[in-house]
């Protein structure tokens, strides 16, 4: 297994950066009682829990079924993709915006925790940090995009893969040949939007004051799920980091250009989250020929198990 793992699993820095830096602010928020923090670290320690038990059985028991790992494999195509993603959901309100057809919901993507539920914390820091333009840029746009897309987008489709997938086959006795990790995949697709309607409903994300489902809206957003889980995998090969852009991008329009800008000048939360966002940029400068040449190939960029 660990020959496997060291030979095959791809390592991409930018992801590693904005998982990093979502994760240190989300203990000191948690640290501090509010519930967004609390909400994102429990989110991100059942999506590892489900993953390690899909990471076990591929690798350990050996069980055939659908497996990638949706990291870019080198910086270039990562940041690519992050900018592909944060220039699409650009054009989708764009263009949602001035047809005057606003087909482009504000709930496409509602965050599984913010700070609406914190106001009353008890403490000077806690209620601070609960009304701070940058903390409620963090959750929204940096751990939101960063914790759901990894858990919604990864390791959901990954334990998906395995107990949808694999594991109806095996109930059903049914055998596809080679097709067999296409119904995985499509299985997995699945699993996530059952696991990602079961955490919105007891969010409350989708439901109406009168306590009934705001059915248009769910199946809205359960729809841009699924298609962003599909263009992670498979048409583009996207990756992690394309819907991570998209996710971030569509709450930084939520929360409008004037608190993104409050957030971003703040110290020194917002001073490092720029120079974040500056390394990318000077990287995309820097490495401009090599990034549009990894672009043709990210057909082939995924690594899949078999």
């Not at 830096?21 to 670290?41: H, K, P, Q, V």
């Not at 820091?125 to 914790?147: G, M, Y």
């Not at 919105?200 to 248009?216: A, E, K, L, R, V």
């Amino acid at each position: 297994m660990c020959d496997i793992m060291q030979t095959k699993f791809p390592f991409n820095i930018a992801y590693i950066i904005l998982i990093i830096f979502a994760i240190i602010g989300l203990y000191w928020l948690d640290g501090l009682e509010l519930t967004a923090g609390s909400r994102y670290l429990w989110l991100l320690f059942i999506g590892l829990f489900f993953f390690m038990i899909a990471i076990t059985a591929k690798f350990i028991v050996g069980l055939d079924f659908w497996f990638e790992v949706p990291i870019n494999k080198n910086e270039a195509r990562g940041i690519l993709n992050l900018g592909l993603g944060i220039l699409v959901l650009l054009i989708l309100v764009f263009l949602s915006t001035t047809t005057g057809l606003s087909f482009h919901s504000a709930f496409a993507i509602a965050p599984l925790a913010n700070f609406a539920l914190d106001i009353g914390a008890n403490t000077f820091s806690a209620l601070q940090a609960a009304t701070s333009p940058f903390w409620t840029v963090f959750i929204s746009v940096i751990s939101a995009s960063v914790i759901e897309e990894t858990v919604l987008g990864w390791f959901f489709v990954a334990i998906g893969s395995l107990a949808a997938g694999y594991g109806l086959r095996k109930l059903l006795k049914i055998d596809f040949g080679a097709a067999n990790k296409h119904w995985d995949f499509f299985a997995a697709i699945i699993f996530s939007i059952i696991l990602f309607s079961v955490f919105h409903f007891f969010n409350g994300s989708y439901i109406n004051p009168d306590g009934t489902w705001n059915m248009g809206a769910f199946g809205y957003a359960a729809g841009f799920r699924a298609v962003l889980n599909i263009l992670i995998y498979k048409f583009g090969n996207m990756g992690l980091l394309f819907s991570i852009g998209v996710h971030a991008t569509h709450n930084a329009w939520l929360q409008g250009i004037e608190i993104v800008k409050q957030a971003l000048f703040t110290w020194p939360g917002g001073i490092l989250l720029m120079a974040i966002l500056a390394m990318f940029v000077f990287f995309m400068v820097l490495s401009i020929k090599e990034v549009f040449k990894e672009g043709e190939l990210m057909a082939k960029d995924f690594v899949t198990f078999d």
